[in-house]
Every structure is written in C-alpha cells, then in structure tokens.
C-alpha cells in the first residue's frame, strides 16, 4: 500500500467551503481521476483518507494537508496534476509527495496567518499590536457547544506583526516567518482605495485552539482596535514551529528528503563509489 501526501489551498470565494464540503469535493475528484484508493472495511467503506488540521470555514488557505493510501503504486506529481484537474478552482492540490515518514499530524505545531483589515490604517494596527504584544495575558472569550468559553488568546501568538497594504498583491510567505516553499498569493477580494492594514501572525496549535479570529477578540480587548468589516484571512503556512528562529518549517520536506535519499540515482551513485 503507497501513502501520499497533498498539499491543497483554499482561495478566492471557495474560502467559504466547510470542511465536509471540500471533503465531498475531493471524494469525487478521486473517482473522476479513477485513483485506486485503499478502503476501510465494514458495512459502509470509505476511501482512506486523513485530514489534517482543516482551517476554519471562511477562511483561506494556501497550506491545508491530507494524505491518502492506494492499493496500486501511482507517481506523486501525475496523481496531483490529475486531482488538480478533477477539483473546482481554488481548491487547488498544489504539491504532493510519497510518505516516507511518520507523524504529518504531529508535524503541523504552529500556523501563519495574513489578516486583512480593511478599514483600518496601519497606524492604528501598529498601535494595537503593540499593546497586544505587551500584555502578558489577553483574555477572550468564545461560543461553544458547552456555552462561553474564557481563554488567553496572547500565550500560543509566537509573533505578530502589523503592514500597510500594498497596491499590487504582496507575496504570500514571508521568508522570516516561514521556511515553505513559496506559493500562489492570495487573491485580494476588495478594493483597495481605503485605508487597509495587514496583520501577519504565527500561532502555535494549543489547546484550546487559538484562531486568528480570536486574536481580533484580543485587539479588540486591549486597543479597542474593530475593522469595520470582517477581516479576510488566509493561512500562508502551517508546520513544525522552530522555537529559535521563530519560523514554521514545510512539514513535507522530511518525506521529499527520504525520497531523494532513497531514489535509484542515489543507491547508484553509491554503489559506483562503492570499491570493487
């Protein structure tokens, strides 16, 4: 059985998709791109696939991951070009790569996040974040199953770090925060003739879950910092959070590198220096 692993975005108006939604999607892209999937057993088997760490409905994302198990042995970049041609545009299967490892789950530790406030000048961003950044505990509360739920939104933000909207779409991974491969920059969906500030944070996965949208909560709380429209948000990154650089690293590089070091060109190249 061969495990891949995908790499798939969120763009444009398919941000608005839920997590079954795109579930559904991709289900069909399998059968439209005739994929020889492994199956679960029981009375009502489906195709093995694991999600990992989906992002919130509403959001958009250029980094969400899921890896799937095949009967047949098929090449990682064919199978990602026919899935990517068998699913809707903006959900997107931008990179794929053989399972050589264990742990994709463990390996998504931390997020980068781009919040887009129109309506906000980058001054008074800048004032938020501050007070944000300086406060040793930011309390915030949200609805849940279970009623209002009260948690610190300022111990998982790593950084945070607040920009003037450029006219022409910026880069989508910023090098200092992340050390994935460089990829689509999200699409601005709104004008761009009003005062616009750009928040860009790293948030490590804690329990209970800090969202960016909570984070908003905490600026809200100690700046009195409200955009008058909702923010658009798109993750840029997700992986292993290295606690001394304070980047998020491509939780897909461990496989990539097991794969070259396992390739025919390498066990040739070895054998050739390998003495007769």
Request: charged share 25%.
């Amino acid at each position: 059985m061969q495990r891949i692993r995908l790499r798939y975005t969120k763009r444009g108006r398919l941000r608005f998709t839920s997590h079954r939604d795109f579930q559904r999607a991709f289900e069909r892209a399998l059968r439209r791109a005739a994929v020889p999937m492994a199956y679960s057993a029981g009375f009502t088997p489906h195709p093995k696939v694991s999600y990992a760490n989906a992002a919130p409905t509403g959001t958009g994302s250029e980094a969400e991951y899921l890896e799937i198990a095949l009967t047949d042995a098929r090449d990682p970049e064919k199978l990602r070009l026919l899935l990517d041609e068998s699913m809707p545009v903006g959900l997107d299967i931008i990179d794929a790569v053989e399972a050589r490892t264990s742990g994709l789950a463990d390996r998504l530790t931390a997020s980068v996040w781009e919040l887009r406030l129109d309506g906000v000048t980058p001054e008074d961003a800048e004032r938020a974040v501050d007070a944000f950044r300086s406060a040793e505990a930011v309390e915030v509360q949200r609805r849940t199953k279970n009623g209002m739920r009260t948690f610190d939104a300022r111990g998982a933000v790593a950084s945070l770090e607040a920009h003037t909207a450029q006219p022409e779409v910026h880069a989508a991974q910023p090098e200092a925060q992340t050390s994935q491969p460089e990829t689509h920059s999200p699409q601005a969906d709104r004008p761009t003739d009003q005062p616009c500030a750009i928040l860009r944070l790293v948030v490590r996965h804690v329990t209970p879950a800090v969202r960016p949208d909570d984070v908003l909560s905490g600026l809200r709380a100690v700046a009195d910092l409200a955009p008058p429209v909702p923010a658009a948000v798109t993750r840029l990154a997700q992986g292993l959070f290295d606690e001394e650089t304070g980047t998020v690293t491509d939780p897909l590089a461990p496989d990539r590198e097991a794969v070259a070091a396992a390739s025919p060109t390498a066990a040739t190249a070895a054998a050739a220096k390998a003495p007769a």
